[in-house]
């Protein structure tokens, strides 16, 4: 028996479902998860030795590949100082100035330990703003496990949310109005149907929780209108985007000012750490300086605040950003030439370093298209890519990201995979 499936069967006594977080158990790629041991760039080893080369990335947060040397040392000299004070810190001021200054929407910030807790409170900031209780969020996206946002679209025009989750009370489920990514008219429709109710609609500004699905042409712009019309706050969730599509968010890169954006994932470089942060008038309503409460121990400690500014410097130095494009839209350009070429009935979606292979044809742009892909045959891509070193994200709806640590030669490799494999899935 192997090491992993040793730990993996201890561990499911342990743990629920053997893991930390849901999608690490492989249920959806139907196999046992390899336990990881080791990464060192962009490769990671299992504890049965086996080497891999790595597009989960941790989930996006690393963009500079594992065990970065310079992200390394600043950890080994936070940590001789002490890991945590629980209180102000110089190492706070210094990654909240570099933040506001690559992401120009934020002019204020808060820092928190996950994107789960960013969401949650941007969520209550914008209620506690506008004195208003709905939200609106979009079928696919996905904004962390707190309640409001464990909402599946309800039926009837109002799509009045339903829970999606045991142990989410209909009350809070209420509170949620689901509409179509990339389809105005069904938000629209929400404002209309609920008048000065809706305090925020948040979105993911390039779908990453679906797969990944670009916005439409004027989407955003849309959504910035419809904000506008109606007296709601724009939330952009760039928890995967942010620092990922480009130094300043897919709200640079698309040129669209949100009131409030939350960020994680690159944020900490590796450590937990995420943030939110947006207009300085809304975000003083924040707790101390504001009734809106919301806190935590271990916010903006040292180490997380040391991995993640030494990141977000190593991410802004000149040519990073340029080097990083090049490489992954070359990979997904040359990707997308073979699935042409062979005629394969796949879909392939991507900005800049993060990318969906979707298990169908004829294009994904909302989340009633990804679930059509046929997650069989992505399960049996994923196990003969794993086989073969290549380790992706055992589901369907995830991304894989690109780093700066993957080299050409490292991604030529995994085309010629891809291509073998999937020639053997299709052509048998
Ligand atoms: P966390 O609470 O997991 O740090 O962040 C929640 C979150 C919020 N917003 C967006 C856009 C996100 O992608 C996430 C978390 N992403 C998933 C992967 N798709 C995390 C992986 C996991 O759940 O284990």
Not at 348 to 361: H, I, R
Not at 394 to 418: C, K, W, Y
Request: aromatic share 8%.
């Amino acid at each position: 028996m192997s090491k992993s499936l040793e730990l993996f069967k201890k561990a499911s006594q342990l743990m629920p479902g053997g893991v930390n977080s849901p999608v690490r158990a492989f249920r959806s790629v139907n196999l046992d998860p390899v336990f990881i041991a080791s990464g060192k760039g962009c490769k990671i080893k299992d504890v049965d030795g086996n080497e891999y080369i790595d597009y989960v990335g941790s989930w996006g947060p690393l963009i500079l590949g594992h065990a970065h040397p310079e992200v390394v040392k600043t950890l080994q000299e936070t940590v001789e100082l002490g890991t945590s004070f629980g209180a102000p810190t110089e190492l706070e001021v210094r990654i909240a100035e570099k933040i506001i200054e690559m992401v120009p929407s934020v002019e204020m910030v808060r820092m928190v330990n996950s994107g789960t807790e960013a969401t949650m409170s941007a969520i209550r900031l914008a209620r506690g703003f506008t004195g208003r209780d709905k939200i609106i969020k979009f079928e696919g996206c996905y904004h962390g496990h707190g309640d409001s946002f464990l909402i599946k679209a309800g039926s009837g025009a109002l799509t009045f949310g339903k829970p999606n989750s045991p142990g989410v009370p209909d009350s809070v489920a209420a509170d949620t109005l689901t509409a179509e990514f990339n389809n105005l008219d069904s938000v629209e429709q929400l404002f209309e149907k609920a008048p000065n109710q809706i305090s925020a609609v948040i979105v993911e500004p390039i779908a990453g929780n679906m797969g990944v699905v670009p916005p439409a042409k004027d989407f955003l712009k849309g959504l910035r209108q419809l904000c506008d019309k109606y007296g709601a706050l724009l939330i952009f969730d760039e928890v995967m985007t942010g620092f990922r599509v480009h130094p300043g968010g897919a709200q640079t890169l698309y040129g669209i000012t949100p009131d409030l954006t939350t960020m994680g994932k690159v944020i900490g470089g590796g450590l937990p750490a995420a943030a939110y942060g947006g207009k300085r008038e809304i975000m003083e309503k924040i707790a101390p300086s504001g009734p809106v409460y919301q806190a935590g121990t271990l916010s903006g400690n040292p180490l997380a605040m040391a991995a993640g500014l030494k990141t977000l410097e190593i991410i802004s130095e000149p040519g990073f950003f340029d080097e990083l494009n090049r490489k992954a839209n070359r990979f997904f350009e040359q990707l997308q030439k073979f699935i042409v070429q062979s005629d394969l009935p796949l879909s392939l979606n991507y900005v800049n370093s993060m990318g969906c292979l979707f298990f169908k044809p004829g294009g994904v742009t909302n989340f009633k298209e990804a679930v059509e892909s046929d997650t069989k045959l992505f399960a049996g891509y994923f196990a003969r890519m794993l086989q073969k070193g290549v380790y992706l994200a055992p589901s369907q709806f995830e991304a894989m990201f690109i780093s700066d640590a993957h080299s050409e030669s490292d991604l030529e490799r995994t085309l010629q995979t891809g291509q073998e494999v999937l020639e053997e899935l299709f052509k048998g």
